[in-house]
């Protein structure tokens, strides 16, 4: 089967130092991956080619690279599923990162905001003299998020990082997820004060699209879902996003549909003055377009019925 | 000026364990690598580490007597006594550190059984042991005060009267060659399964190690001694844990038949990994294969035990082959797997060279002799990194750094670099000249070998040698230039490639994983010793080093 391998290109030594696209035609069959795509246009058609690349097994993460627009390791992709009629590829390096070369990009930032998160087991107390005791559901639990092979994808494809770069990210944060979960750590409630601040928890939009590129099964937004719980729970409520949390909950709950009035009000509250007054362009916008929410919010007429619901999810007080 | 008291050579299980220790020890400590640290080819080792534990009723006297006999009686008992003792403490500071070990009901580390071991000692986390260890010692790299370069890559040993000072390096980014100081170095580089191909290595094990030790005049011990494991994926050579054994997968033949019946009747699938890679060698010779592999049959163990167990060899099945091995077996073969050779140390990791250490599979103790078994190697990295960073740290601290004309060193070592990129095309590329070594090796030093074959892989790595000295590198640039290190590598690989050559031509005898044809024997009276290889400007030069024998006294071998 032919293929045609789009690659995205940047030299930095060029005389003037813009992307451009190379093209390459290649021969594939039902098992090649776009990895060993790469590495033959590499050694038989075009050594300038830079990449990052080892075990061709998915577990060592340098192969990550948007493939047809998504990030993905590309030892884990065979071409034959991606472009099953032949056709063609199209290879980028990751997103959200400076690209040094070619496919290979800067992961300085990434490291930095991995070692930000303090990813090191911190026990209390005197070490055991044998292992620390722990059920293995809970090891089980962490193999999930230990099985992170720190690959950048879900970096690469992170919403928020395209408009925020100060934002943890999928990756740092699922790491710190390992550690609030350990059953040995004891530093979670630490931990979740301060992952709950500004660029941390509370800063993803829930997209899912890390959920959707992991190789690994990770599911980073899952963890930070979870992580926010936890910190609510550890009584860290007063932030934008804990409080957007509740007031989404107390209105849902009282009418049975969202009150997108109230919401932002109840969120950073009514004597908030400087906040309140930031929404007077919004207001007016929606207003102008007809998109202003009604003033007199209704009920849903079977209320009662979603109440119930929420009595029974509750956690009892 | 960069410049450590004791600086690592590479950021896999034992670099980061020498490290650590190193800097536990109060010594200025560096640490570089060719990739990022996580990217290491410790990763790899799927299924666990090894250990006998005194509370389930374990003893290390039978972890080491099954290592002994594992490596044919030519690992020295001297340094399998000590690993084994040791084993345990290591296990344990792992699980400190924070290693998620799969445990039992009470929530203690649980254990599988593993090949060539009678009692199930080893300890895991699902089939991802090696990532799991290694993310975990990268977690304590970040805690700590080390200071850690990158994708550097180091092109020399740097030498001065007879001792190690440094080493030069050329940090990728940016094309720039640098010295830095250090009055110890620790190669901790890994295997260098690429001089074979196929081979279950990553790409980026090519030896560099051994071969800057074996230039620099250490000696290269056990060479010979390349381990062939018996399940990698047919085609690509993917390694499929020996796990999926050890909790019960069987391998068969095209007649569905579980063939390691006739060949080691109590241990069947979990004989020792040279013992099964024959057995499956002779059966595809004998026609009992399909398309030149056997089958291994995981659908008994049930979905729930794969998923949780070998999640990741479940994974590889679809991702590679379309094959889901809950319903399905997969087609394995042998493959070349683990060098049980290499850089010449004792317990310290101390080579006879002063300021070379050399701790992990670029090191040889030698606790593996002439079969390594599994789960074998992720205890030898740790145990041995350990140690070479403590000794080295030590040594360290009564030595004072020698002055060195730092532009000088560079300046030649740029220069060389810049003489292969200003190469003119000849028509020649390095990924052919390593293709012909690594079909070479695989075809003339695999499972089965003999005086004719080895002669011609000796006399291919020679001529390569010669072309290795033109071959152009096509990309001329300084940033990231990708094409530069496999040149470099290259070079590193032929020699290593030599060396294995040149020690198996002259074992004339059949041990652990080194079989011959022409001496289908084990001779004990003549080659119970170890073979040695050290590079003079005339060749390589083979000397012998016996082999320490302290309560086991060398036996046949059955399983």
Redesign the interface.
Known sequence: MDLAVKVRRYDPEAKEPIPYWSEYKVEVDEYTTVLDTLINIREDIDGTLSLRCSCRSAICGSCSMRVNGHAQLACKTRVSEIAPDGGSVTIEPMGNMEVIKDLVVDMTPFWDKVKAVDPWLQPEGPEPEGEYLAPNEDMLHLAGVMGCILCGACVSDCTVLEVDSNFLGPAALAKAYRFVADPRDSQEKPRLDSLRQYSGIWDCTRCMECVQVCPKGVAPMDRIMVMRDLAMNAGFDKEIGARHTDAFVELVSHSGRLDELKLPVKTVGMFNIRAMQSFAPVGLRALVRGKMPPIFHKMLPNVENVRRIFRKLEPKK | MLEHDVLVVGAGLAGMRAALAATEMGANTGIISK??P????S??AQGGINAALV?RGDAWEEHAYDTVKGSDYLGDQDSIELMCQVAGEEL?SL????V???????????TRAFGGQRRARTFF??D?TG??IL??LY??L??SEITSYEEWFVTSLVMQEGKCCGVLAMEI?TGRVYLIKAKTVILCTGGLGRVFEPSTN???VTGDGIALAYRAGVPLMDMEMVQYHPTTLK??G??ITEGARGEGAYLLNKDGERFMERYAPSMMELASRDVVSRSETIEIAEGNGINGSVLLDCRHLGEQLIK?KL??IY??GL????IDITQEPIPVQPGMHYQMGGIKTDVDGLTSVPGIYAAGECACVSVHGGNRLGANSLLDTVVFGHRAGNHAAEVSKGTTQEPLDVEELVGQEEKRLAEILSRDANGD????IRLDMGTAMNAHLGVYRDQNGMKEALDTIQQLKERYTTVP???K???????MVFDLELGLMLDCAEAIAVSALERKESRGAHSRTDFPERNDADWLKHILVTSTPEGPKISYSPVVITQWTPEERKY
């Open positions: 990739v990022y996580v990217r290491s080819h990763n790899a509370d344990i699980e400190h550190m924070g998620i070990f799969n445990r039992d009901d009470e929530g203690r580390l649980g986390v699902a991802f990532q799991a993310h975990v977690e304590q970040l805690k980014r990553a790409l980026i085609g690509s993917v390694l949780e999640s990741q994974d590889i991702d590679l082959l379309g590329r390095v990924a052919r590198v096509e990309d640039g300084r940033t990231f230039n990708t094409d």
